[in-house]
């Protein structure tokens, strides 16, 4: 298990036209082997019509599945670049096809290096991009008093918010890095000079992304 890792929380799709041939890059996330060969077979029935449908995948906290695919281009003219960008932006469980339509001008090895690479890069920027992080949920008890100082240090340490619950006293669920679960511990306990009562419920992966904070 990693602590953290780069993903694609959204797909998406780029286009780049090198001397008439169109180089479309779809790019999906993927949490098994399976899925990303069936994502490849999706492009391959979309794309029927295409020259090429190269592809490139990274599945496994430990990059157990990592395969790339000419298919028909060149050798490592396309899917070994294509997986060379994946690399580069340090991106796990992360699949991408590209598809060529031939234009009628041959661009010689440097050529489709540079333009298998160049469309996977047009692909993720229309991708959005999330840092997965392995979290520990603690929910903190504390009066309306300790209310205050919770919402001060949730700000001022990045912890995340997961919900807030008010009755006779005041509950926050909070989502904090593993690593640093024991730290807010003593942080929040010194803060609320120990009126806080504080449990650890559960753990799990969390990310930002478009101003919210996503759970997994």
């Known amino acids: 298990m990693r602590e953290r890792y780069r993903t694609i929380y959204t797909g998406g799709t780029g286009e780049l036209v ?3 041939s169109r180089f479309i890059a779809t ?3 993927v949490e098994s082997e399976e899925q990303a ?6 492009m391959r029935k979309k794309y029927w019509d295409a020259r090429h449908n190269c592809y490139a995948y990274t599945v496994g906290m430990n990059r157990e599945n990592t395969r790339a695919s000419d298919d028909g281009e060149p050798s490592q003219t396309a899917g070994r670049p294509m997986l060379d960008v994946l690399l580069g932006e340090d991106l796990y469980n992360t699949a991408v096809v590209v598809t060529r339509y031939f234009g009628g001008v041959l661009l010689g ?8 690479s160049g469309a996977v890069s047009k ?3 229309a991708c959005t991009v999330i840092e997965k992080i392995y979290g520990t949920v603690l929910e903190v008890s504390t009066d309306y008093n300790g209310y205050g100082k919770l919402q001060y240090l949730a700000a001022q340490n990045d912890y995340a918010v997961l919900d807030t619950e008010f009755t006779q006293d005041v509950k926050m669920r909070l989502l904090i890095s593993h690593d640093q679960a024991d730290a807010a511990v003593k942080i929040i306990t010194e803060a609320t000079n120990g009126r806080a009562d504080i449990e650890k419920t559960g753990e799990q992966y969390y990310a930002r992304a478009e101003g919210r904070i996503l759970t997994f």
Request: hydrophobic residues 40%; neutral net charge; glycine residues 14%.
């Open 109 to 116: 090895t440097g050529g489709l290096v540079r333009a298998y």
């Open 123 to 125: 692909g993720l920027e």
């Open 37 to 42: 060969l069936a994502f490849i077979e999706e």
């Open 18 to 20: 090198e001397k008439k």
């Open 27 to 29: 790019v999906r996330p």
